[in-house]
Nanobody, 116 residues
Framework: QVQLVESGGGWVQPGGSLKLSCEAS????????MSWYRQAPGKERELVAS????????NYADSAKGRFTVSRDSGNNMVYLQMNSLKVEDTAVYYC?????????WGQGTQVTVSS
């Protein structure tokens, strides 16, 4: 069956870094756009970063530009989110999403906590 499994979350101090991973299975990874969303307590879920099918086109929320980098590895069906210079306001559950014009899938989420 279709699965998106996130990993790499945890606790980090402000200014630190984390790299999130999303492992995809059960669908044709190379035909899907991939995105990272996050949801903080009391907030709406928001788009953080997205990457095109070939990996050549990326987009970032204003809050993530210059600090986060999204990438994908087609050979291993993986998508990554490298997060640097983390801030307290980055604290949220981060979700991996795969979609194309016909389908959309979500991962279970991984917690990222930034605090001193």
């Amino acid at each position: 069956q279709v699965q998106l499994v996130e990993s790499g979350g945890g606790w980090v101090q402000p200014g630190g870094s984390l790299k999130l991973s999303c492992e995809a299975s059960g669908f044709t990874f190379s035909t899907y756009y991939m995105s990272w969303y996050r949801q903080a307590p009391g907030k709406e879920r928001e788009l953080v970063a997205s990457i095109g099918i070939s990996g050549g086109i990326t987009n970032y929320a204003d809050s993530a530009k210059g600090r986060f980098t999204v990438s994908r590895d087609s050979g291993n069906n993986m998508v990554y989110l490298q997060m640097n210079s983390l801030k307290v306001e980055d604290t949220a559950v981060y979700y991996c999403k795969a979609h194309n014009p016909w389908n959309a899938y979500w991962g279970q989420g991984t917690q990222v906590t930034v605090s001193s």
